[in-house]
């Protein structure tokens, strides 16, 4: 097994990025361990570092565009639900959306880094509530920049002390997103409520069209 690894270990960024498209269609591959895998074979091998590199961004943007039509074709094909109906036409899409377009970076940075499916929940919801693709494009592409490359060079460069540096940061942003989660619930609130009243004094607003 090994010598056959060996030998075909100059296919490996292409391994890599069709095993990102894996996870995009909701097949448990980890994008963690794609990354962390990929900056040990190029630590070994210098060659394959940048095609790699390319291969993996591309990979996981990619992966991540398949979550968001994923959401997006099923908010389509099941809108004669009444329930989803109602979802897609409801306060809480707008809120949603509004959420997006004041934190967007921010949100998309700060759930890169969370894994076990968090990163696809919002990859999907951005597809089912209609973000408009080129905002969730550009959000996305912004953020897998800053989480796929920390994780990389991190590990790239510091080889066994990376997992020690991993978990300091992890613990960083751990801290960060309880405090922004708290920040956010508060002022979820007060947009609903704002968004409650706008729409209690505009009946017409009940039949939003879907973006």
Avoid at 24 to 43: F, H, K, Q, R
Avoid at 129 to 140: A, G, M, N, S, V
Wanted: glycine share 4%; hydrophobic share 55%.
């Amino acid at each position: 097994m090994l010598d056959f690894l060996l030998t075909y270990l100059h296919y490996w960024p292409l391994a890599a990025f069709i095993a990102l498209i894996l996870a995009g269609l909701n097949i448990p591959v980890s994008e963690d361990a794609i990354i962390v895998a990929s900056a040990a074979i190029c630590y070994e091998n210098p060659k394959l570092l940048i095609p790699t590199i390319l291969l993996v961004y591309v990979g996981i943007v990619s992966s991540d565009i398949i979550s968001y039509f994923w959401g997006y074709f099923c908010s389509k094909g099941l809108r004669s639900l009444k329930a989803v109906s109602r979802i897609l036409k409801s306060n809480k899409r707008i809120l949603f959306l509004n959420r997006l377009e004041k934190h967007g970076f921010l949100t998309f940075i700060t759930i890169r880094f969370i894994p076990f499916g968090v990163r696809n929940a919002l990859f999907l919801s951005s597809g089912f509530f209609h973000l408009k693709f080129w905002k969730f494009f550009i959000f996305d592409a912004i953020a897998a920049v800053i989480s796929s490359q920390s994780l990389f060079w991190i590990v790239y460069f510091l080889g066994d002390n990376s997992d020690l540096w991993v978990r300091i940061i992890a613990g960083v942003l751990l801290v960060f997103l309880i405090c922004f989660i708290i920040w956010n619930i508060r002022s979820i609130k007060k947009e609903l409520n704002q968004i409650n009243s706008k729409t209690n004094s505009n009946p017409q607003s009940q039949n939003l069209e879907l973006r």
